[in-house]
């Protein structure tokens, strides 16, 4: 049975790899959405939808409407908002290579700091007060204790453009939010996301060298890369290499549709941030093995210095987040592993493999 359609959510970044695995969980769930992304690291493929939101459309059995529109350009933005009835923005379109933001800040500030800018301008323009904002870990720094509460200052020591722009958008929502009570706003800090949905069709698809590590090990499991460089085995950690809060990218999308429904509440109270990791740190050695686990692969690697600007450790405190919104988050490290290393086997080269749907 069809469920009842629900308000109308608009996303952008809608085709990549949050975005995507959250539109699956809206879809489900009822809502109607309207994607905006203008394809700037997404696979086009050869029709009108990007080939992640066609799987997209495959995985759901629903359409999706899609606009390739940049947050850049105002106009066409606001035709977006004048042509459906929008009620609330999941905002995920940004630049997220950390080492490219230090070569190129300023594209990352266009893009991630004026981009949200203007949207929040249209929304404004169009009446449209309500906002999921895509933060991220990064924007504590450097912990200084650990679990990291939503308490834990943050913008002190984000060393590189790509967490600043995090962390500016963010100040600059709550300043709008507090500044007119007409406007309402939840920001979403995820710590790593990793994994794909369990269907194996649509996955994080990186161009060129993974930067990340799950993407890296999937790629050494299916033979696109040699080895694995483990950045640095003498951190202050059980087993010396850097500890991070994996979270499966299923569990992050269900959190942003619990995070709507406490948005969409009449008594929300206009401004709340909420960690959505599963509080447990593992080692890159912790992952290693997990990864082989799931996917029968041995996976090659060597000991190399520090990458600059890593932290040894890094896992949320997820207790607001259950409290307030009754998410936790479900799946384990080797199912993480297991759906990632369906959808790169099945994909070995992302969305570019095989036959384009
Ligand atoms: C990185 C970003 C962070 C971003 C997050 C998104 C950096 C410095 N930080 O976090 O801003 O929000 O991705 O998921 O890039 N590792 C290796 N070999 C590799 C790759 C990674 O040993 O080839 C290690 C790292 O040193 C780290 C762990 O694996 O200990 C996780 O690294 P990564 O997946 O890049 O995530 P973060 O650094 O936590």
Known sequence: MEAQRGPTVLVTGGAGFVGSHTVVELLNNGYEVVVVDNLVNVYKGDGTLPVSLKRVEEITHKKVLFYNVDLLNPVLLEEVFRMHKIDCVMHFAALKA????????????????????????????????????????????????????????????????????????????KDLVFSDESWSAISLRYFNPVGAHESGRIGEAPSGIPNNLMPYIAQVAVGTREKLKIFGNDYDTPDGTGVRDYIHIYDLAVGHIDALKKL?????????????????????????????????????????????????????????????????ARKTLLDMCRDMWRWQSNNPDGYATGPKV
């Open 264 to 328: 969409l509440e009449p008594s929300f109270s206009r401004w709340k941030v909420y960690n959505l990791g599963t509080g447990t740190g593992y080692s890159v050695l912790d992952v290693i093995k997990a990864f082989e686990e799931a996917s029968g692969k041995k996976i090659a690697y060597e000991i190399a210095p520090r990458r600059p600007g890593d932290i040894a450790s890094s896992y949320a405190d997820a207790q607001l987040a259950k409290k307030e919104l009754n998410w936790v």
């Open 98 to 173: 950390v080492g490219e933001s230090v070569q190129i800040p300023l594209t990352y500030y266009k893009n991630n700091v004026t981009g949200s800018i203007i949207l929040l301008e249209v929304m404004k323009k169009c009446n449209v007060k309500k906002l999921v904002y895509s933060s991220s870990a990064t924007v504590y720094g450097t912990p200084q204790s650990l679990p990291l509460t939503e308490e834990h200052p943050t913008g002190q020591g984000c060393t590189n453009p790509y967490g600043k722009s995090k962390y500016f958008v963010e100040e600059m929502i």
